[in-house]
């Protein structure tokens, strides 16, 4: 643990989810394929259905509407139905044909084995302070056994515009009755979880995965960890 300024007292402690509690490329694959599986039940072979189509449509969606990116289970159903408009679906075949591919995608994302080290820690941690799920993505924390862990789950979207902006971190605050200085904010996205904390006056402890990979900061936070059993000392 390195330490860059001095802790102010924590009274809470709130945990970004994706590649924080898990690795979560292989996660969103999987989910990929699923997605790409069910669709290729449901339409004729010579439609397109491959990553890069439907990473294409998820681009021109948010190029049109730059707010659909708050809320990324929306963003994929909306990419969907417009990929399978395009190619020549009725709006209302669309629709049901999304709904039913986000729902083998949704299936396989949150189907996460956390490692075996987590749990363990998040109840040490959760005897000592409460614990908040904060996240930009759609994992459920429920479906990853550890929501009796957490006193709530906010996700962007729902719960507000993601991480960076100050929503999400501000609205924990306001459940937990804390002022957000006194919440220890434990993520690995330099932006999205060190300068999302910090700026909406949050402290931060920076889970760096790439050890060297300190010129990427622009601002420090309060600690940099490389595991999160280093957690356990605070």
Same mark, same amino acid.
């Given at each position: 643990?390195?330490?860059?300024?001095?802790?102010?007292?924590?009274? $809470? *402690?709130?945990?970004? @989810?994706?590649?924080?509690?898990?690795?979560?490329?292989?996660?969103?694959?999987? !989910? +990929?394929? &699923? /997605?790409?599986?069910?669709?290729?039940?449901?339409?004729?072979?010579?439609?397109?259905?491959?990553?890069?189509?439907?990473?294409?449509?998820?681009?021109?969606?948010?190029?049109?509407?730059?707010?659909?990116?708050?809320?990324?289970?929306?963003?994929?159903?909306? $990419? *969907?139905?417009?990929? @399978?408009?395009?190619?020549?679906?009725?709006?209302?075949?669309?629709?049901?044909? !999304? +709904?039913? &591919? /986000?729902?083998?995608?949704?299936?396989?994302?949150?189907?996460?084995?956390?490692?075996?080290?987590?749990?363990?820690?998040?109840?040490?941690?959760?005897?000592?302070?409460?614990?908040?799920?904060?996240?930009?993505?759609?994992?459920?924390?429920?479906?990853?056994?550890?929501?009796?862990?957490?006193?709530?789950?906010?996700?962007?979207?729902?719960?507000?515009?993601?991480?960076?902006?100050?929503?999400?971190?501000?609205?924990?605050?306001?459940?937990?009755?804390?002022?957000?200085?006194?919440?220890?904010?434990?993520?690995?996205?330099?932006?999205?979880?060190?300068?999302?904390?910090?700026?909406?006056?949050?402290?931060?402890?920076?889970?760096?995965?790439?050890?060297?990979?300190?010129?990427?900061?622009?601002?420090?936070?309060?600690?940099?960890?490389?595991?999160?059993?280093?957690?356990?000392?605070?």
């Amino acid at each position: 643990m390195r330490i860059y300024k001095a802790l102010s007292p924590i009274r $809470a *402690l709130s945990f970004d @989810l994706d590649d924080t509690l898990y690795p979560n490329s292989a996660v969103i694959a999987k !989910a +990929e394929v &699923a /997605m790409q599986q069910r669709l290729a039940q449901l339409l004729p072979a010579s439609f397109h259905n491959n990553s890069l189509y439907w990473f294409e449509q998820r681009k021109i969606l948010a190029r049109e509407d730059v707010e659909v990116r708050h809320d990324v289970s929306r963003w994929r159903l909306l $990419a *969907l139905e417009r990929g @399978l408009t395009t190619q020549g679906l009725s709006v209302c075949e669309a629709g049901e044909i !999304a +709904e039913l &591919a /986000m729902s083998a995608f949704l299936q396989a994302r949150t189907d996460i084995q956390l490692p075996p080290t987590v749990r363990p820690l998040l109840q040490q941690l959760a005897a000592r302070f409460p614990l908040v799920a904060i996240t930009n993505g759609n994992a459920d924390i429920q479906q990853m056994g550890i929501a009796d862990l957490f006193q709530c789950a906010l996700r962007a979207g729902p719960d507000g515009r993601m991480k960076p902006y100050p929503d999400l971190f501000l609205k924990a605050a306001g459940l937990l009755q804390l002022e957000p200085k006194q919440i220890l904010h434990i993520g690995d996205h330099v932006k999205s979880d060190v300068v999302g904390a910090l700026n909406a006056g949050c402290q931060a402890a920076w889970l760096n995965l790439t050890p060297g990979s300190l010129l990427k900061l622009k601002t420090l936070p309060q600690l940099e960890i490389h595991q999160l059993e280093e957690l356990a000392a605070l």
